[in-house]
């Protein structure tokens, strides 16, 4: 086993070697050359150091520190490659930490080998080992978050190094696990470790002899997680050192006092981490020191987009937006401040106390706002170092010591409101990137609110359009009643003395107050048209009536199968027909009698509406007869033959239109048949 271990570390030092010369002559665009050479070179010494002296020398633990801090640099250099969102020092400082815990197990290494008293020696021993265990773990941390932010178009050679980086470490993890666990070395780890660098050195000959493009993207979030690591790691290695230090002097109470520690600096650890003040803190001094800009942009912009797209807990776009302004700067309150007709006026709120807040407008700030649109800081103000804003704040704002800044809100060169945000908690003065950052956002949720009071302005449009179509509507029955009664009063003068003309009259004046108080009631805007879902009725008699109803206006005849049964609505139907016949009437003369003919073949019912007045042509039964307000004849409203459409479509009917000029018009209005048997179901239901 031992010339097996000698033969695998000698064949590793030679092809690790050959890939330092290959790295170091050949350019591959992008790839940090040099640093790769150096770090495969160390490696190659490292390998020949176990082959020729062993592993247990210090000379080969030299070479092993030299070797991961090579890989370590390099790692560096890679995970800076195109990483625009972050400055060196941020990934030096998380490289940096772990090179020096590797240093310091380097040193404690030496320390054990030079102490005489051999229990002592074992106990720095199996310390440096937990910290080459921790610098381990920590590296493949550091190579999962180089894989996480590979750009979906990296290349296959960037992917294959990367893993080969993993295996280097996950073999010196491994092997340092399972020395710690069993407090001894043995031949066959060392073995398979020297095994897994053949693969890793195969590995890395693939990757250099594919080439191709490196491109590697870096987040923001990657840093924080990767100084996370290292601070925990720094936290173990520290646990580590102090309780094998208290072990060493501590005695008979060693353990006691071991445990005493690992309990304490646990507890306050936890405390630290749970202080918001101090994670707020944290963050604002790393976005100060580590890098270029104070705001992670797109996480920002994803996360403003998605509060004022998504309702959370039903709350009101309104609530929305000052959440999403707020949470950009990370106050933990605001009010939105509405235009209204005194100037801005108190309106939505996040997490504010509305008791503090007064119920007047404030002009002067609302033309100061629209006039400049800057945004105000409040602090500068209270200290007299903004004269600009000064005299446009209002007093109350001032008095409010939570009170921060003023962000305007413009749109198209209005004034679409304003947001007051809350102190932070760690309080701060804006600097350029919050202003931009905010005016920004202003005016993109400005836009939000603009669009929200168009459609709160088109809805009411709308209703008000919805009351203008029923009154166009309940004016053209009015013209029809009127013209009925016209007839009537006409015909009276003629046929006054007739009984049976007089008992018309009644009955037509009778109708008449019937639809008049209908009329009534459906301009009242609680009304609800009464009508019932389409089920069978007899049509004849429904047809009859209607004809009755103009009897004594003009001359209106039926005829058509008796058994004709339909799918309609009995209302509907017979204001739908009312419209077709009052059109028939007007287009005839006053001696052209007006046909409703009743028809069915099984499947359909049609009624036929036929007159020989005036006729009309194609182009305007195609163009313009079923639209609203356009009439053929003067004076006409051009609303009877669109609702009767409109009813017909409501019934699942349709109306069909035959007519030529001068000869007359046939409307045929087709229902769905229905089985005698059905009678009376739908009244049931």
Known sequence: MAALLLWLHALAALLFGALALWSWQTSIAGLPRRPLAFALATTALWALAIAGIGSADPATWFAETLRNLAWLVFMNLLHRRDAQMRPPIALGTVYGVVALVQIA??????????????????????????????????????????????????????????????????????????????????????ALRGLAYLAVALAIATALQRKGEWKIEVSRAVTYQSLSLVAVAAYFALLALATSAIATVGGANARVLQTAFVLGSTA??????????????????????????????RTEWMRFTETLGAPQGGAA?????????????????????????????????????????PAASDAA?????????????????????????????PQWMLDLAEAWVIVPLPHHGELAGAILLARPPIDR????????????AGRQVAS??????????????????????????????????????????????????????????IATLQNSAERMNALLARLSQNHRSRTEAPHAIEIVALVER?????????????????????????????????????????????????????????????????????GMSPAFIRDKLFKPFVSSKDGGFGIGAFEAQQLAHAMEGRIEVTSREGKGTRFRVILKAAHPADLGMGRAA
């Open 546 to 614: 209607v004809a009755g109803q103009r009897k004594g206006q003009h001359p209106v005849v039926t005829s058509g199968v008796r058994s004709a049964i339909a799918h309609a609505d009995p209302a509907s139907l017979e204001q739908l027909l009312g419209h077709l016949v009052s059109n028939a009437i007007e287009a005839s003369a006053a001696n052209e009698p007006v046909t409703l003919s009743v028809s069915a073949d099984g499947e359909r019912v049609a009624i036929d509406v036929i007159d020989q007045g005036t």
């Open 105 to 190: 197990a380097l040193l404690l290494t030496f320390i054990g080998y030079a102490n005489p008293d051999p229990a002592i020696a074992a106990q720095i021993g199996s310390a440096a080992l937990l910290m080459r265990m921790l610098v381990a773990v920590a590296a493949l941390v550091l190579v999962q978050a180089l894989w996480s932010t590979l750009s979906p178009t990296a290349s296959g050679p960037l992917r294959t190094l990367v893993l080969a980086l993993a295996g280097i470490w996950c073999a010196e993890f491994a092997l340092y696990t399972f020395g710690y666990l069993t407090a001894q070395w043995r031949i066959e780890p060392l």
């Open 429 to 440: 003065a804006l600097d350029w990137e919050d202003f931009d950052l905010l005016k920004v």
């Open 365 to 393: 700030l609302a033309h100061h706002l629209h006039a400049t649109g800057r945004i105000v800081e409040l602090d500068a103000v209270r200290r007299k170092e903004d004269h600009l804003d000064a005299p446009a704040v």
């Open 317 to 357: 776009l309104d609530e929305r937006i000052v959440k999403a302004i707020a949470d950009l700067t990370d106050s933990p309150a605001g009010v939105l401040l509405v235009p209204d007709a005194s100037g801005l006026g108190v309106g939505a709120s996040w997490n504010w106390d509305r008791t503090t807040l």
């Open 448 to 505: 939000y609110l603009a669009e929200a009071r168009a459609q709160d302005a088109l809805a009411e449009a709308q209703r008000f359009d919805e009351f203008n179509r029923r009154f166009a509507f309940i004016l053209h029955d009015i013209k029809n009643l009127v013209s009925q009664l016209t007839l009537t009063a006409r015909n009276a003068e003629r046929h006054a003395d007739n009984p049976e003309f007089r008992a018309d009259m």
């Open 268 to 297: 306050a650890i936890l405390t630290l981490v749970a202080n918001s003040w101090l994670r707020a803190w944290l963050k604002v001094k790393l976005a100060k020191h580590l890098f270029r800009h104070r705001y992670d942009y």
